[in-house]
């Protein structure tokens, strides 16, 4: 096999002393499950550090102020899901690219990605920061919560741009076999995060009292000093991927490698406006049970963000293993490592599932601790909603796979249908019977629905016939409830 080389040094060579890993050889279940431990880390900091600060602002703030971040992450998550598709198209390219020992190709997928991605990041906080007001009266966000939902919002915009950028590093540096340094740089980010939230939010020595714009500015400055910071280590520790002297012409954006990587982003990204977009709509539902409903609701589906967790780590480490060994030409190895990634996911899903169903009044309490209104509302929510994640983790592998190969289009049109034609549909349909039912019943069928459209399109072996993206220059995803942020996965399934 051709070894790629880079300043005299193979690629072998430079991951041997470094962080990135070969996921072409070795035991499967070992090496996906050694992969994915990392990225499991940072799915749960990421969870935590969401569930912290809705557990400050409950405390603090009160529900409206609850009801408010539950509407304004929604749009957050729209916003970072438009850009998301480019980053995984990216790292599946890496990913190729690495298991074909050509760190070349790599480095100028990394350049034309991240100057595409900083500069469309950029026009979306902009314009997003603009048409605030107008997001939120769409939404429909309860008349009490609206001020703060869009003062919250407006900081939160101006933080766009270093939220996808730090996501991006994540994620290419998975696709070349490095799950640690994300988890590293994850955890910097929530430190800073949970403790600057009550500091800006209540006020402390020169600190100003910001109530709920705090919590918002509390994540701007976490993730701007993360993001600097990971740029600085990439740089000191001399990392793979990183681009120097001649290699920074790479971020002048090439045309082929633009296209392959628009061309397979697109429909991952607009798989995220898919999920955004059910998301939203069921909000809307929502909303219109009142700020007591909708706090319960931001409360369960945080809940759910850690009942996802091993799905989305699994998926991550499926993706990152299957895109090098379709590079790699061993093929021999994606079917065991897609039926290794089910097997872990079942176990790690069904786990957190029956924690959740034992603990979840206790949970719960935690955030709406003078409400027990709103406390048996979230406990139903579970209750006939929170199995779902067990048939969500199948399908998160199966696209996982699919997409490592480059076919991305059939995830997409499965995802529309379950999502939109199934989730909003039954929502809706069964409201006048079920009442608010309808929309927690909405998830387990959406899920029942994705997940054997994905078994039936995997079975047919049509997505092998996929394409790794340009072979020369001329190549942890998201909760379904569209709460929190899109995790730093190769798949954004469901």
């Given amino acids: 096999m051709p070894r790629g080389r880079e ?29 994915a431990l990392p990225v499991l880390g940072s799915n749960v900091l990421q969870s935590l550090n969401g569930s912290i600060n809705a557990l400050w602002i409950g405390r603090f703030l009160g529900e409206t102020a609850l009801a408010a971040t539950s509407n304004a992450n929604l749009v957050l998550f729209l916003i970072l899901g438009t850009m998301f598709g480019v980053g995984m198209a990216a790292t599946i390219m890496v990913g190729q690219a690495f298991g074909a020992r050509d760190p070349d190709r790599a480095k100028r997928v990394v350049g034309t990605s991240a100057t595409f991605f900083a500069g469309v990041s950029a026009l979306l906080a902009v314009g997003g920061y603009l048409a605030t007001d107008a997001i939120l009266a769409a939404l429909g966000t309860p008349a009490d919560a609206l001020p703060l939902a869009a003062a919250y919002l407006r900081v939160i915009f101006v933080a ?17 076999g490095d799950s640690r340094t994300p988890f590293w740089f994850m955890g910097l980010a929530v430190l800073l995060d949970i403790v600057l939230n009550p500091l800006l939010i209540l006020g402390a020595g020169p600190l100003p009292r910001l109530g709920i714009v705090g919590a918002a500015v509390a994540t701007l400055v976490s993730q701007l000093v993360a993001t600097a910071a990971f740029l600085a280590l990439l740089y000191l520790r001399r990392h793979p991927l990183r681009l120097v002297g001649a290699e920074l012409g790479y ?10 990587v628009i061309a397979k982003g697109v429909p991952m990204g607009l798989q995220m406006i898919v999920i955004s977009s059910s998301a939203l709509i069921l909000m809307g539902l929502v909303n219109a049970y009142g700020s007591r409903t909708a706090a319960a609701y931001g409360v369960a589906a945080q809940l759910w963000t850690y009942v996802q967790m091993p799905a989305l780590a699994i998926g991550a480490a499926v993706s990152s293993m299957a895109a090098q060994n379709v590079g790699a030409g061993r093929w021999d190895r994606i079917g065991r490592i897609t039926r290794s990634g089910i097997r872990i996911n079942m176990v790690l899903t069904g786990t957190l599932v029956a924690v959740l ?20 509302t979230a406990a139903r929510i579970n209750l006939l909603g929170g199995w779902s994640f067990l048939l969500f983790g199948v399908t998160i592998v199966l696209f996982g796979t699919m997409r490592a190969t480059g076919s991305v289009v059939p995830p997409l049109v499965i995802l529309a249908l379950s999502l939109l034609g199934v989730r909003v549909a039954f929502a809706y349909g069964l409201q006048d019977r079920l009442g608010s039912d309808a929309i927690w019943w909405s998830f387990p069928a959406a899920s029942a629905v ?10 047919s072996g049509r997505w092998r016939a996929g394409r790794p993206g340009p072979a020369r220059p001329a190549g ?8 929190g942020l899109p995790r730093q996965r190769a798949d954004v399934s469901r």
């Fill in 7 to 35: 300043g005299g040094m193979t690629m072998d060579q430079q991951t041997s002393r470094g962080p990135t890993r070969d996921l072409t050889e070795g035991p499967i279940t070992r090496t996906l499950a050694l992969f």
């Fill in 160 to 176: 766009v741009p270093f939220i996808n950028f730090l996501g991006f590093l994540m994620t290419v540096l998975r696709g070349a």
């Fill in 251 to 260: 971020l002048r954006p090439d045309p082929a490698i633009l296209r392959a």
């Fill in 357 to 376: 169903y034992a603990a979840d009044r206790m949970l719960i309490g935690w955030f709406l601790p003078t409400d027990p209104a709103a406390v048996e």
């Fill in 450 to 459: 994705s997940m054997l459209l994905a078994g039936a399109y995997y079975r």
């Fill in 476 to 483: 942890g995803e998201a909760p379904d409830t569209g709460h």
